[in-house]
């Protein structure tokens, strides 16, 4: 298991924007990391006042994150500054709600890499029941690559 502190030596995500608290397992092409939701997150308070309800774009976020461990780890990189950038999210599903209490797994699969790009599937479930899932694709760059095509 990667706690917090060795998850943030491959991810450059901190503070409220990191969204995993653990990877369980992981090898070059799958991963499983955990988010412990909680009640105090920075989303409580406003989405929604007296019923909070994680936000559907942060569980495909923290499916994105142990996506980009899993792909920073393939490359053997852990710095924490070396950034993966979405260029495509697709097949994006909700079933469920979220909620404070919730222990959200973050199941991730490679679909296809290619130099510094990668295609992830990921699927977020709690008590063993699919809350989302999506298809997405990142490129990992220490720099912004959006840039370097000016």
Wanted: proline share 4%.
């Amino acid at each position: 298991m990667i706690d917090a502190k060795g998850i943030e030596k491959v991810i450059p995500h901190r503070g409220a924007m990191r969204l995993v608290d653990e990877i369980r397992e992981y090898n070059e092409t799958s991963g499983v990391g955990i988010k412990y939701v909680r009640d105090d997150e920075f989303w409580c308070s406003g989405h929604f006042p007296d019923n909070p309800i994680m936000p559907g774009v942060l569980t495909i976020e923290a499916l994105a994150q142990t996506a980009c461990f899993i792909a920073l780890a393939r490359l053997g990189v852990n710095d924490g500054k070396t950034l993966g950038y979405f260029t495509t999210m697709e097949k994006i599903k909700f079933s469920h709600m979220v909620k404070p209490g919730d222990v959200l797994e973050l199941h991730v699969e490679l679909i296809m890499s290619k130099m510094r790009l990668y295609k992830f599937h990921g699927i977020a479930m709690v008590s063993g029941k699919k809350v989302s899932e999506a298809t997405f694709t990142a490129i990992m760059d220490s720099q912004n690559p959006m840039e370097k095509q000016v």
